[in-house]
Antibody, heavy 115, light 107 residues
Framework: QVQLQESGPGLVKPSGTLSLTCAVS?????????WSWVRQPPGKGLEWIGE???????NYNPSLKSRVTISVDKSKNQFSLKLSSVTAADTAVYYC????????WGQGTLVTVSS | DIQLTQSPSSLSASIGDKVTITCRSS??????LNWYQEKPGKAPKVLIY???SLQSGVPSRFTGRASGTLFRLTINSLQPEDSAIYYC?????????FGQGTKVEIK
């Protein structure tokens, strides 16, 4: 079955850019699915960041749109998230997930924004 | 954005109890409502999608239904492993949004 795995730095400096990758295994990123990023600040609820289709089409949460870029690399069967100008408020567990009913999810990766 | 309001924010119930969590949408979402279970240190897991469809592998004690913009997740006969935080999420229109969560504890 499809599995997702996030990877990337766990610590980012304020005003820097957060970069994460989600590797897709057990299936093709070119299947008929959208691929999302979702985050969860410590002790708080879930926030959808944005999504991408294998064609490169994207949808972003307007609350983050000015700082977010999601891209896809079909040759590596993965998609990526870049979030610029980060602050402590961007400290969260970042998940990747498939589809409109998010399933499956990656295991999540904690990104801390701190100097 | 579509707002989803869950209630209660937390509850405590005994093993075997019937538990209901509600999620009210700020506008019609045509049944595009999903429910997730989140346990500490784990990614959320979808339980119910499209209001009432049970995700494969999810116990049948979990059921979902709707009345207009009010959605309900019911756990029939609460089990110890059901202790978790439950979230609703709308997949009607982007930005996809989540409820604030309901924490279910076992007495």
């Amino acid at each position: 079955q499809v599995q997702l795995q996030e990877s990337g730095p766990g610590l980012v400096k304020p005003s820097g850019t957060l970069s994460l990758t989600c590797a897709v295994s057990g299936g093709s990123i070119s299947s008929s699915n959208w691929w999302s990023w979702v985050r969860q600040p410590p002790g708080k609820g879930l926030e959808w960041i944005g999504e991408i289709y294998h064609s490169g089409s994207t949808n972003y949460n307007p609350s983050l749109k000015s700082r977010v870029t999601i891209s896809v690399d079909k040759s590596k069967n993965q998609f990526s998230l870049k979030l610029s100008s980060v602050t402590a408020a961007d400290t969260a567990v970042y998940y990747c997930a498939r589809g409109w009913r998010f399933d499956p999810w990656g295991q999540g990766t904690l990104v801390t924004v701190s100097s | 954005d579509i707002q989803l309001t869950q209630s209660p924010s937390s509850l405590s119930a005994s093993i075997g109890d019937k538990v209901t969590i509600t999620c009210r949408s700020s506008q019609s979402i045509s049944g595009f409502l999903n429910w997730y279970q989140e346990k500490p240190g784990k990614a959320p897991k979808v339980l119910i999608y499209a209001t009432s469809s049970l995700q494969s592998g999810v116990p049948s004690r979990f059921t979902g239904r709707a009345s207009g913009t009010l959605f309900r997740l019911t756990i029939n006969s609460l089990q110890p492993e059901d202790s978790a935080i439950y979230y609703c999420q709308q997949s009607y229109i982007t930005p996809w949004t989540f409820g604030q969560g309901t924490k279910v504890e076992i007495k």
